[in-house]
DNA sequence: GCAGATAATGATATAAATTATCAATATGGC
DNA sequence: GCCATATTGATAATTTATATCATTATCTGC
């Protein structure tokens, strides 16, 4: 069992919800993927470990992720939510406005605005996301 | 007219689409609201000022405005895409993951990183979106 | 370890949002 | 104004998301 795994395991239980069977593998399945998996696609997957798991749990579990803070929906091409994974604390992107690709970045300013921001308005940040939007290589050139 | 307006209509045209009365009017209505609608929610304000548009054409008009980068989908509580706009370069949000607040502020460092990635990765960067994700004031004290 | 209170599940039904089709129409270039 | 064709909108079909509710599994306290 990873790091990762344990500490979105600990969240859950720390905010009083209970670890469930199916909480488990639907937090397992969701980090061997790594996330921007729609809520039907990680259902899918969920059912190859664990068949007896049913759809509506996917999406209650999802919502629940997101209510902590632990995953977040975007958009993806497609008109169903993708979700993305959270925990570390930020996400970045640069994303193809014509043929959706996503290249993911690591390095980003933001904890000093972030820090300004949170006392401006007495927000507790838990994380961020950052996304470029343009045209990708290829697609410039067409 | 805005001058918004005005510039986003050339953006259409400029890249070869036609200025349409019902693009006109999902543009004016767009700006007016300032984004942050779903595509049903603009369909049904279009349809106030012009009954004859469908709901297709407005969809399919939001399609296309994505792929030029004006706007850009995002989700804000309900299953539906909600649009922001794009063309100014940056948007940025706090948004409550328990209550779905969405604060709006201007200041960002993003550009120097922009700057950076846009060489690396050959991108050609239309804008970015900021969104820092926690806890607002009023949801910290539940 | 067991019982009880209750959070959570999953089968089912319903609603909402998106996408596909295609004949009719409006647009921009000439 | 004419024409080639991009665009439209009515309709239908599909995909996503939400609501219900009886049943089950989980955790707490003993
Ligand atoms: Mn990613
Ligand atoms: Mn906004
Ligand atoms: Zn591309
Ligand atoms: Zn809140």
Same mark, same amino acid.
Request: proline share 1%; hydrophobic share 35%; with cysteine.
């Given at each position: 069992?990873?790091?990762?795994?344990?500490?979105?395991?600990?969240?859950?239980?720390d905010?009083?919800?209970?670890?469930?069977? #199916?909480?488990?593998? +639907?937090?397992?399945?969701?980090?061997?993927?790594?996330? @921007?998996?729609? #809520?039907?696609?990680?259902?899918?997957?969920? &059912?190859?470990?664990?068949? &007896?798991?049913? &759809?509506?749990?996917v999406? &209650?579990?999802?919502?629940?992720?997101?209510?902590?803070?632990?995953?977040r929906? +975007?958009?993806?091409?497609?008109?169903a939510?993708?979700? +993305?994974?959270m925990?570390?604390?930020?996400?970045? @992107?640069?994303?193809?406005?014509?043929?959706g690709?996503?290249?993911?970045?690591?390095?980003?300013?933001?904890?000093e605005?972030?820090?300004?921001?949170?006392?401006?308005?007495?927000?507790? +940040?838990?994380? @961020?996301?950052?996304?470029f939007h343009?045209?990708?290589d290829?697609c410039?050139?067409?």
């Amino acid at each position: 069992m990873s790091d990762q795994l344990l500490s979105l395991s600990k969240t859950l239980t720390d905010n009083g919800h209970r670890l469930t069977t #199916a909480r488990q593998v +639907i937090l397992e399945t969701l980090v061997t993927c790594g996330g @921007h998996l729609s #809520a039907d696609d990680l259902a899918a997957k969920v &059912r190859d470990a664990a068949p &007896r798991v049913g &759809r509506m749990t996917v999406y &209650r579990t999802l919502d629940l992720l997101c209510e902590l803070g632990m995953i977040r929906p +975007i958009y993806q091409g497609t008109g169903a939510a993708h979700y +993305i994974l959270m925990d570390e604390g930020s996400h970045h @992107h640069l994303i193809c406005n014509r043929c959706g690709l996503v290249i993911e970045f690591d390095e980003c300013m933001s904890s000093e605005v972030g820090q300004a921001l949170s006392q401006r308005f007495n927000f507790k +940040i838990q994380s @961020h996301l950052l996304e470029f939007h343009g045209l990708c290589d290829h697609c410039q050139k067409l």
